[in-house]
Every structure is written in structure tokens, then in C-alpha cells.
């Protein structure tokens, strides 16, 4: 395992679309969280989980946006009824617990057009 | 709101001198703070941290400066090569956060003049 994996890496979509994008973390990680990165921005927080709970996900941007681990490796990050502003680079990332490293992938680039 | 900002966008340097990018930030409560590289096409990577009771961390060819009292912190980055070249982040922790709690800078573009 060399590092934290999203996929795919590159996704166009036509606006009203869902989309689904999938992260695989590092194996001993039991952290996972997913970030937002518009051009020319820093990553922005949106979720993240431990194991298989989501602690957090009031910063979710709407509720067309869901995110799940279900059995504490792999997530996937959901977006219904894409709209032209979503387009951005989304960012996985994940840490053990205790650690304020955190470890990303190199991200999925949705486009809506 | 509070935020971490970068007072460049863009910096340009030629290959063999230092560079300096440096970051304000406004929470004075956080503890921690993490410089992060981006190459084009890929996810922001970790270079070096430091806590909030220090003000200077060194690593390879890279130190860290942080001022409290103006709430300031910077990179340093000796003998620049090429592949320096990158969107550099700073980021801060709140107390008691961990990795969730991180929050980014808007970046400064390093470019690495030949």
C-alpha cells in the first residue's frame, strides 16, 4: 500500500447527473477524510470519518452531498444532481487517529458542464 | 471568520537561492500548523509542522518560522531546485483538533527560474 488512492481520476458529467467517487486509504489509517479544492484555493473540509462513522458532516456543502465508509476501509463520496459549481478537484485523505498528518490522494477532477 | 492567508500568490526565484513563503493566520488559539507542497495534478503532500511552543523547526533543506506576536509564519526553502517548483498551503489546527480540524491557506505559486 504506497499511499491513498481516489478514483477516478478525472470525471466530466453532465449537469443534473449523479456522480460517485471512490477513496481507498492508506490500510493502518483508521481515519478518512474528504476535502474540496476549487482552482487557485486551499482544500476545504467537508467530512471525515473514523472507522465506519462519519464524526462530522455538517460542513457537507449541501444535502445533494453524502459521503460512506461502510465497513471502515474504502469511502465513497456522492454528489445527486450535479450543478456547474461543483466542478472542482475533490481530495480524500486519511491518518490514524491521534495524528494531525494527514495523508492525500491525489484526487478526482469533476467537471460539469 | 478567522482565517489562515498567504500575503503572495506568486513567487518566482532562480534555481540555487532560498525562498521564503510566508503565511498570516488570525486564530491566535491554534496549535499547530502544517506546511503542505501541491505539484500540479496532484494532492496537497506534507513537509514539515510545528507546534504552537515553538518558533523555529528545521528539516531537510526546509525551515519553518513562526512569530506569535504577529501571528505570522513562514517556509523557508534553501538552494531551490526545479522540482520546488508547486503551490505551496499553510495550514492550522484549532486546540485539540486533529487532521478534521485543518484549515488551508489559499496558497503561494513557487516557480523555480531556471
Known amino acids: 500500500d504506497t499511499g491513498v488512492s481516489q478514483n477516478p481520476r478525472h470525471k466530466i458529467t453532465k449537469r443534473g447527473q449523479n456522480v460517485t467517487f471512490r477513496c481507498d486509504p492508506i490500510?493502518?489509517?483508521?481515519?478518512l477524510y474528504w476535502y474540496r479544492q476549487t482552482l487557485g484555493q486551499g482544500p476545504e473540509f467537508l467530512t471525515y470519518f473514523q472507522n465506519e462513522a462519519q464524526l462530522e458532516k455538517s460542513r457537507l456543502l449541501s444535502d445533494r452531498f453524502s459521503a460512506e465508509r461502510p465497513k471502515g476501509s474504502f469511502s465513497t463520496l456522492e454528489i445527486q444532481r450535479t450543478e456547474q459549481g461543483d466542478s472542482a478537484m475533490y481530495l480524500c485523505a486519511s491518518s490514524r487517529q491521534f495524528d494531525t498528518e494527514a495523508f492525500f490522494g491525489q484526487g478526482t477532477r469533476l467537471t460539469v458542464v | 471568520g478567522e482565517s489562515v492567508g498567504l500575503h503572495l500568490p506568486t513567487l518566482s526565484v532562480q534555481e540555487g537561492d532560498n525562498s521564503i513563503i510566508n503565511c498570516a493566520y488570525s486564530?491566535?488559539?491554534?496549535?499547530?500548523f502544517i506546511w503542505y507542497k501541491q505539484e500540479s495534478g496532484k494532492g496537497p503532500q506534507f513537509i514539515i509542522d510545528i507546534r504552537s511552543n515553538m518558533d523555529k523547526r528545521q528539516g531537510q533543506r526546509v525551515t519553518v518560522l513562526l512569530n506569535k506576536t504577529v501571528k505570522h509564519l513562514s517556509l523557508q526553502i534553501a538552494a531551490t531546485q526545479p522540482g520546488d517548483s508547486a503551490v505551496y498551503f499553510c495550514?492550522?489546527?484549532?486546540?485539540?483538533?486533529?487532521?478534521?480540524?485543518?484549515?488551508f491557506g489559499k496558497g503561494t505559486h513557487l516557480i523555480i527560474q531556471p
Open positions: 495550514a492550522e489546527i484549532p486546540p485539540g483538533g486533529g487532521a478534521d480540524g485543518l484549515t
Open positions: 486564530n491566535s488559539a491554534s496549535d499547530y
Open positions: 490500510s493502518e489509517h483508521n481515519r
